[in-house]
């Protein structure tokens, strides 16, 4: 009886999939109207050309042929949306976000049932609980922590420095100044003391490592294990993850339930306790910690939280100085600003960090022109009709103001392009020109009303699931760079050329070298 059970749901099982396949090619929807890239692979589809390390090109090309809407191709024949229409974007990050939801299965894997893994009222109630930590009130607090690592860092590339230009991987800085900002912000934890020659936290390499290794590993997380997310207990799970990232995930889950373990034992002893740790009790996990106790069970994050977004400051910081090396004009006027704003020996407040202008706006144009994620999948949870703010034109002729969209569809949003839309930020919109913050937007700008919470921009996402910590990354950024840009020069290395890498989080790789992320500048103090 038992065997002719598990021999019905087995027949059961591949009839499903059958007609799920042929669905895809036999049940004709808006999506077959839409216009789109030819697909390269019946297996693949766009899906790697779309998630490539040289994919720039592609992305760009999307845009100027077939424009704010298009058609493209998942593994075996599966039709998706790659879109960055204003209109759209409202509705799928704001107004419909819980029908266009992020898959969540994988993430539960990585990090646990947090705020990266958690849907609907769930999410919203540990989005609530983590919104005070992020207030401009609490990141007043953050600035001297903030300010100490930028003078250590300041020191150690002094000491490279002290008898001449060296030629210095920036990124390699960059990264660790990212890991003790984000330590001592967000967890009252030191991983590094900013010292030449001293051994790395094993979590500095395992953080980055995630976001290469979850590249190569896109497609088995986006199209394999959101089926295998639910089997069994977690230590049969681990047996989907492959060995590389097993072992990435199991070292920072490791340390941050220390780090945890370390953070419930001062706040069992009380505040004085408390008040010797790093940070004195005002970092994230702490205050997090004590809101935990006051929550409801079903409400409460999970017992560790696992911080693998540094890339994303540590190469938006690399970014800026890349640019900034190959724009000397741009790098002189930027210190003058701060040299101007500074007052004696003391360090600029977080009132003076947020009202530099220029500071401001090469941050802006940046994040702007190179956001560090360039695309983000969602995929509908029912059948749902897409509004547009720009009518296309279907392969059949017929003018389409809105999309039917089926259920269980994958949607791409297109950051990047929604960042550089030549229609919303004029005909340079692909230039690097800091300037266009400093006076009167464009009328399109305002008038597109992009959900972005973050200066008409898609950078930091919109709606429920937009970047908590934008504010966080804004400040450890601005703080970083007024101290470095003030003391030293940065220059392009001789004979290297930097090719930036569409991974998931964009990184720099000097051309016809390893897979290894660098960032080498030719750096000198300022006379």
């Known amino acids: 009886m038992l065997l002719l059970l598990l021999k019905t749901l087995a027949l059961y099982s591949c009839a499903k999939l059958v007609w799920s396949l042929l669905r895809r090619f036999l049940v004709k929807t808006d999506l077959d109207n839409i216009p789109g890239p030819p697909s390269p692979s019946i297996w693949t589809g766009n899906f790697r050309q779309i998630f490539n390390f040289d994919g720039w090109d592609f992305h760009k090309s999307i845009a100027q042929t077939y424009g704010v809407v298009s058609r493209v191709s998942g ?9 960055f229409d204003p209109k759209a974007l409202h509705h799928i990050v704001v107004k419909d976000q819980y029908i266009y939801e992020e898959s969540t299965q994988s993430n539960t894997v990585v990090f646990g049932k947090g705020l990266l893994a958690t849907l609907g009222d769930h999410h919203r ?65 030191s991983f590094d003391s900013l010292q030449e020659d001293v051994p790395s936290h094993p979590y500095s390499h395992s953080a980055k490592e995630f976001m290469s290794v979850t590249l190569r590993l896109f497609f088995y997380r986006s199209y394999v294990l959101p089926h295998v997310a639910h089997i069994g207990p977690p230590w049969f799970r681990r047996l989907w993850s492959l060995h590389q990232m097993r072992d990435i995930v199991d070292t920072m889950h490791n340390t941050s339930k220390q780090i945890f373990e370390g953070k419930k034992a001062a706040l069992r002893e009380g505040d004085e306790a408390l008040s010797r ?43 800026i100085l890349h640019l900034l090396a190959t724009h000397q004009d741009v790098q002189e006027r930027l210190r003058q600003e701060i040299q101007g704003a500074r007052t004696g020996a ?26 560090p994620v360039s695309t983000v999948q969602r995929t509908t949870r029912h059948d749902v009709v897409l509004p547009l703010s720009t009518p296309i034109r279907g392969l059949d002729g017929r003018e389409m103001t809105e999309i039917s969209i089926p259920n269980n569809t ?29 006076g009167e937007l464009p009328e399109t700008v305002a008038e597109a009303h992009i959900p ?46 930097i090719a930036w890498r569409m991974t998931i989080i964009a990184s720099p790789n000097v051309k016809g070298s390893t897979d290894r992320s660098q960032l080498p500048l030719r750096v000198s103090l300022v006379a």
């Open 410 to 438: 994958t949607v791409n949003i297109s950051i990047l392009n929604s960042n550089c839309n030549p229609a919303i930020w004029g005909p340079d919109s692909y230039e690097w020109k800091p300037d266009r913050w400093l």
């Open 75 to 83: 593994p075996l024949g599966e039709k998706q949306l790659y879109i």
């Open 125 to 189: 109630k540990q989005r609530k609980m983590l919104n005070p930590v992020f207030s401009i009130a609490h990141m007043r607090r953050m600035v001297p922590i903030f300010h100490d690592i930028a003078h250590k860092l300041q020191t150690a590339i002094s000491l490279k420095v002290a008898q001449g230009p060296q030629e210095i991987d920036m990124v390699h800085w960059m990264t660790r100044a990212a890991l003790e900002l984000i330590g001592q912000g967000g967890l009252g934890y």
């Open 452 to 497: 972005g919470i973050y200066s008409h921009l898609m950078t930091f996402l919109g709606g429920g699931r937009a970047c908590i910590g934008f504010k966080f990354s804004q400040l450890e950024m601005k703080a970083i760079l007024s101290l470095l840009i003030e003391k030293f020069r940065f220059g392009p290395a001789q004979g290297t050329e």
């Open 346 to 371: 003391k360090d600029l407040s977080y009132d003076d960090l947020v009202s530099l202008p220029y500071l401001d706006a090469v941050c802006r144009e940046t994040l702007r022109l190179y956001p």
């Open 277 to 319: 740790q790093i940070g004195q009790g005002n970092d994230i996990m702490s205050i997090l910690m004590r809101a935990n106790m006051e929550a409801a069970d079903e409400d409460r994050l999970p017992e560790t939280l696992t911080f693998a977004a540094m890339d994303t400051t540590s190469n938006a910081l690399s970014r």
